[in-house]
């Protein structure tokens, strides 16, 4: 079974921060890829935000690079997402993403809403 948890979503001002977390109960694979996507209103498609192996190797997409930090707790199975300078193109529904060793092994939390007014 797998349980994926997202917090911490919310709605700011432009400029502001905010601090994304996501807890993962697993029981049956070990968890080698975190990372966090979003998807902007209207859209259909997620973007890679950034992710984190278990082996602490850290990926960020340009939209989150100088701005963006993610922290990863193998032990906790968490992955959190700071965010600072924000932008109304930030907004947008967070998601967390888990995926084993084996590629089919690919899971999603269900979304935390960050919104970012001018």
């Known amino acids: 079974q797998v349980r994926i948890v997202e917090s911490g979503g919310d709605s700011v001002q432009s400029g502001e921060s905010l601090r994304l977390s996501c807890t993962v109960s697993?029981?049956?694979?070990?968890?080698?890829?975190m990372g966090w996507y979003r998807q902007a209103p209207g859209g259909s498609q997620r973007e890679l935000v950034g992710?984190?192996?278990?082996?602490?190797?850290?990926n960020y997409a340009d939209v989150a690079r100088d701005r963006f930090t993610m922290s990863r707790d193998n032990a906790k199975n968490t992955l959190s997402l700071e965010m600072h300078h924000l932008k109304p193109e930030d907004t947008g529904l967070y998601f967390c993403?888990?995926?084993?060793?084996?590629?089919?092994?690919?899971?999603w939390g269900s979304g935390t809403l960050v919104t970012v007014s001018a």
């Open positions: 697993v029981d049956f694979f070990i968890v080698a890829v």
């Open positions: 993403n888990v995926r084993g060793y084996n590629p089919q092994l690919n899971y």
């Open positions: 992710n984190v192996t278990r082996d602490g190797i850290s």
